[in-house]
């Protein structure tokens, strides 16, 4: 793992948009990501509709907008760690539930080929990071004013305190707002259901 100020380093380039900082993330995590979504897709025939490599790219899609807009506040490695395989595990639990409620017969689903983890290259492919830059500027198309103001400060690596005593709030206050910010866009987007 990467030491705590190279790791803070990547986070911050990750912010700003450094698409060498995004691609040495999805390196070092994605592995992880595609592991945890194997443990929990324990169900043979939703793994017949769904695998670990759709669930990767729903999730660094998910974290890649909302760390460029500023809302986690990671420091050290295991925090994005662990924050990677709770998205995991939500990603694949909606699925599933979506998947039950649709009441869809994924007993006749039958896998054809090869599976994608055995195919897959590591790593974002070009699509896939234009397709983060697309989701980005979607996102950020739909925020207001004062919340592009303050996903602006974040990524010029500004924290919570300073934005706030510039704007006469509190730091948890402004968290919260831009929390809910992304919460709405990303619901709009249908983020979740990716």
Known sequence: M???SAFRDLVRRVRARDERAAAELVER????IRRAARVQLTDARLRRILDSTDIS???LASFFARAA???Y????PQQLLRLLVAMTQKKVAFQARMQHAARRDIRRTEACGPSADQIAARGASPSQQVAWRELLEKFRERLTEDERWLVDQRALNRDWNQIAVELGASPKALRKRLARALDRVAHQLRLDEL
Not at 29 to 32: D, G, N
Not at 73 to 76: G, I, P, T, Y
């Open 73 to 76: 506040e990671l420091d050290k």
């Open 69 to 71: 807009l500023g809302q």
């Open 2 to 4: 990467l030491e705590e």
């Open 29 to 32: 995590y994605e592995p992880a």
């Open 57 to 59: 790219q729903s999730v």
